[in-house]
């Protein structure tokens, strides 16, 4: 029976991989300048001569997928790149899945799959394909190039068997919705003492007035829950899910920070030591699912 091939048992395949190509890659593409290569999994190739930029295999995934925006909408949350969003899901996707080695190979290593976990606008999966990097000897380039985006019905899957798996974050689905019996615990002075460079600069000189405003803020989390469920949205971190909260500190209508909330099944609580900048956490939150944008929306 056809399966999917992954990497570590490829390595004891006759004259493929050897067993030190076995390796965990930081980033599935190169995140900052200067980056070593040898973290990095691909370059994701782009021609200048025909006008194309190092976007250009990113919008060519945003095209097939069904319509999202993949950027932010405060000014201080905008990027010069039309798909930040989209990046960091891809990168952070193509991790969870190497940690669940769902990466799949060609019999002869040449070739590499994964399933992007978005879909088309007729709800196909999309994968991307690499080749093997013909300069993989040479130590300044990643291992692997990408190749192509394609749906589900495409030939490009052909080499690999069975069809690549998407990542999962989900074992126990209650953890999804808050759970109105627990109690919500906060640490107010760690999240300032913490957090203060992502406080409102309003608050951030004044250490009292900023846990004061917070203690206030959070007070009718559960009342906001109770009227609607969607206001608790999960996100995966740390290997875990946790549930995002609003909190209010300059408007009732826009959230400044996310809080987060770790729940505690043995104590019945959610415990909430820390905030995150908005467009961090629709990050976040957008590995498991797309986000309701009515609060977090960055």
């Not at 991989?17 to 290569?37: E, S, V």
């Not at 932010?72 to 899901?89: A, E, G, V, W």
């Not at 995150?276 to 944008?293: E, F, H, S």
Request: glycine share 2%; proline share 5%; charged share 25%.
């Amino acid at each position: 029976m056809n399966h999917v091939a992954t990497l570590h048992e490829m390595a004891f395949l006759d004259n493929t991989i050897n067993i030190d190509m076995i390796k965990k890659y930081a980033t599935l593409y190169a995140r900052y300048k200067g980056q070593a290569p040898n973290e990095i999994f691909s370059h994701f190739f782009w021609n200048n001569q025909k006008g194309e930029t190092w976007e250009t295999p990113f919008e060519r995934i945003a095209s097939l997928a069904k319509p999202e925006d993949w950027n932010f909408h405060r000014d201080q949350f905008k990027k010069p790149s039309k798909y930040p969003i989209l990046t960091d899901y891809l990168n952070y996707t193509f991790l969870r899945l190497q940690e669940q080695d769902k990466i799949a190979y060609s019999d002869d290593g040449t070739k590499a799959c994964f399933n992007t976990g978005l879909q088309t606008k007729d709800e196909k999966d999309i994968f991307i394909s690499f080749v093997r990097n013909k300069q993989v000897e040479n130590k300044n380039y990643p291992d692997w190039v990408f190749h192509s985006v394609a749906d589900s019905y495409s030939n490009i899957l052909s080499p690999f068997g069975l069809v690549p798996e998407v990542a999962t974050y989900i074992e126990d689905a209650s953890d999804l919705v808050f759970d109105l019996t627990y109690d919500i615990e906060v640490n107010t002075a760690h999240i300032v003492d913490e957090n203060l460079d992502r406080l409102p600069e309003s608050l951030r000189e004044n250490r009292r007035i900023a846990m004061t405003s917070i203690e206030g803020a959070t007070n009718f989390l559960k009342q906001k829950i109770l009227r609607n469920y969607k206001v608790a949205i999960p996100h995966w971190y740390d290997h875990k899910i946790q549930l995002l909260l609003p909190l209010n500190l300059t408007s009732e209508t826009e959230a400044d920070l996310a809080l987060v909330a770790d729940k505690d099944s043995g104590r019945k609580i959610y415990r909430i030591r820390t905030a995150l900048p908005m467009d961090m956490a629709y990050t976040d939150a957008r590995l498991i699912c797309r986000p309701d944008r009515e609060w977090l929306n960055p």
